[in-house]
């Protein structure tokens, strides 16, 4: 890093000093009988090193953004276990009283690279714990729920949210509403996206939810289904779709700034983290499945237990090396924490490092962001590969043999720990059965949950109000039949609902006629 106080050299991308930064090698032509004083014009030079070097790399200076969650803003932080739940996990850097260096990124899902922060969206809510087990993401949203629970559909889900095919544009919403009116089962994270929480005033101010079942270990091999939660220790607040609208017009990136300048003036925001658990038995007796994404687990049976604390302290030096290049997935785990079988979830275990390998490349661990600590990597076949930059393990043999010579054996980590540090490496389950098709189909209990919403939006003033609103202005341009959907797919939830809709979309059409 250069002293801010000497200005730098300027070099070529090899380090030769560079006398000029704004000159280019050209072979002068002969200008001697024009009228007027000429500079020195003519063809260029492919030996100009330094103009090749610098359009050369310009050329290749993007890389693709993410899918989805492309519009994002972070932060490094550290992460202290406040309190002992060593009957539930027995990972190290929950050991009370423990801290952890971290990085969050927060995002919006569909939206382009540059598109607005105060979109109606989920928000990404995706923390990297550096831990001397090596690296953890929690990979979470803001909402405890989702649209889906097949997850083959979620391609189809997230197309509706592009630009169409042909005219490149978001068409009156359309097809966004066409999918979810014919997938009810996304009418509970439908409703709270459409309620205030659909468009969080900050970052800072917004909870993030495991949404998925988590299984937790503890040092004696028992486990527990798990969900957390990360409530604000700043409060949830929320824009209006008035307000979102027109922060979105003036300023896009207004989510981003306030997030950079509140942790710049030392206004660290933090979260207090908590668990629900569950055991097996429990989960038996349930009228839903742990392993359905559009299910809370309800507070009063399953209260939360405080474990930790995150705490943002500090910004990026620099975006793109730090949060654009951050790679996160479900599938980063340590010792004591796995997936479940939730469906959703074991797709997305897949899915992380496989767009990471596309976005970033092959060695995208080595890029210091996504480096675990030093002392937690040893992969005597993970080698060679575009942008190797760690020292490839010298020479060290680049196999194992079964019968491990005594010199690997003192590097593997010992094959108890190995065995819940990789998804589903446990033994005591017994996984047999038949291989069947798998859809899940929409039930009555489906809408049980969503009604229960309607209700917790009935005691704070306003909000059902908004929540019709919401939805109305965002159906305003679609297709009448689609519109007519959208009615039926509320009154499921309740009939004041989807008549309350028609009305207000009826009251913006005669407006709009006036
Ligand atoms: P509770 O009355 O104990 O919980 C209601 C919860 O609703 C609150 O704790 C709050 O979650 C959340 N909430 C408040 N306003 C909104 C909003 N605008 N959008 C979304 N969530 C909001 O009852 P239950 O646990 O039985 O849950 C009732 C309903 O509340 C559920 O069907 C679900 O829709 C919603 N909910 C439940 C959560 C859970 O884990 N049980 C988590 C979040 C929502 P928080 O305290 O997390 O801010
Ligand atoms: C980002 C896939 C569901 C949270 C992404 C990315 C992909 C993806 C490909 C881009 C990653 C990158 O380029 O770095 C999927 C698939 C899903 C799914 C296939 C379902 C089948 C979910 C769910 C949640 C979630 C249910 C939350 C509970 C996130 C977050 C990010 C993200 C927070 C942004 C991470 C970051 O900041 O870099 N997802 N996702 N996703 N996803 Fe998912």
New binding site residues.
Partial sequence: MADKKIPPVMTTSQGCPVSDPFKTQRVAIDTSDYKHAQPPQGPLLLQDFQLIDALAHFDRERI???????K?A?AFGVFEATDDISDICKSSFLQKGKRTRTLT???T?GGEKGSADTARD?R???TKFYTEEGNLDF???N?PV?F?RD?????HF?HTQKKTPQKNTMDGNNAFWDYLTTNPESIHQVMVLFSDRGTPASYRKMNG????TYKWYNAKGEWHYVQVHMMSDQGVESLTVEQAAKHAGEDPDFITADLFDNIEKGNNPSWTMYIQTMTLEESKKLPFSVFD?TKVWPHSQFPLRRFGKLTLNENPKNYFAEIEQ?????SHTVPGMEASFDP??Q??LF??P???RH??GTNYNQIPVNCPLKSGVFNPIIRDGAMTVNGNMGSHPNYLATQCPVTFAKALIPAKEASTATIGGLGEEKHTGEVVPFHWTVTDYDFVQPRALWKVLGRQSGQQRNFIHNVAVHIANSRPDIQERVYDYFSKVSKEIGEGIRREVQGISSRAKL
């Fill in positions: 693709p953004e993410r899918v989805v969650h492309a994002g972070g990124r927060f995002s899902v989920p990404g809510f995706a990979v979470y949203n909402t989702f889906i997850p083959i559909k979620f391609p997230i939810y495991s949404g998925h994404l951050a790679a996160f997935s479900p959703v979830l797709s997305r899915s992380y496989d767009t990471h976005r970033l």
